[in-house]
């Protein structure tokens, strides 16, 4: 079945630090895939996807590079800051006619001034 | 674009009690979603509508689980016979027509805590 693993959390960094929260997947065929936000109380917003190999999601300073070799999608920011504290998710559309998603556990990211 | 409300925000109950929440989603989007998240989870998928069919339960979804979406607009996810497993948080979700790479977007979800 498909699945999405996600770096154990929590990540505590200083601000203006450099972000990175892996993502490797496993999936049938060829698999669109997305980053969410929670923050605090809400529901999730998506922050950016990608639906092919190489393709670069991008959103609010935040990227990730679908790598179908590595079966990865790791999210990066290069400076982060404080307001950027919240829960990412990962997620993953492989295909079929309910369109679910699959999600990762969620990484919780703080980021201290 | 108003975004996809859910009602109530949060709802506590006493274990053996009958539940309904509300998902009214984005007013062009055909399709909606409902999703169960548990503490330091992400979200799982419960069941999945398109217009007023339900396509899809997820083996989550017990028997004492039930939704509907009459004429495709709104939905209600009703649980009966709440038990304490049930307590967690419940999204609703909508998307267009499309691909599977139309994204999902979220309510801010209803809270169950079962006493």
């Known amino acids: 079945g498909n699945s999405v693993t996600q770096m154990e959390g929590p990540v505590t960094l200083s601000e203006e630090a450099f972000l990175t929260i892996n993502c490797t997947y496993t999936?049938?065929?060829?698999?669109?895939l997305f980053w969410y936000v929670q923050y605090p109380g809400e529901g999730l917003q998506l922050l950016l996807k990608?639906?092919?190999?190489?393709d670069k999601g991008s959103n609010k300073g935040f990227e990730a590079t679908y790598r179908k070799e590595t079966t990865s999608f790791h999210l990066e920011k290069g400076s982060v800051q404080v307001s950027d504290s919240a829960v990412y998710f990962c997620?993953?559309?492989?295909?079929?006619?309910?369109?679910?998603?699959?999600f990762g556990k969620g990484t919780l990211l703080t980021v201290n001034p | 674009d108003t975004g996809v409300s859910q009602n109530p925000r949060h709802k506590i109950t006493k274990r053996g009690q009958n539940v309904t929440f509300r998902c009214d989603p984005i007013?062009?989007?055909?399709?909606l979603y409902w999703y169960r998240q548990t503490l330091g989870q992400g979200p799982e998928f419960l069941t999945y509508?398109?217009?007023?069919?339900?396509?899809?339960k997820s083996r989550l979804l017990s028997d004492r689980f039930s939704a509907e979406r009459p004429k495709g607009s709104f939905s209600t996810l009703e649980i009966q016979r709440t038990e304490q497993g049930d307590s967690a948080m419940y999204l609703c979700?909508?998307?267009?027509?499309?691909?599977?790479?139309?994204?999902?977007?979220f309510g801010d979800g209803t809270r169950l805590s079962i006493l």
């Open positions: 007013s062009e989007h055909n399709r």
């Open positions: 509508f398109q217009n007023e069919a339900q396509l899809e």
């Open positions: 999936a049938t065929g060829y698999p669109s």
């Open positions: 997620a993953l559309f492989s295909g079929g006619s309910n369109y679910k998603l699959t």
């Open positions: 979700a909508s998307s267009g027509t499309g691909g599977g790479n139309q994204p999902q977007h």
């Open positions: 990608a639906t092919k190999a190489d």
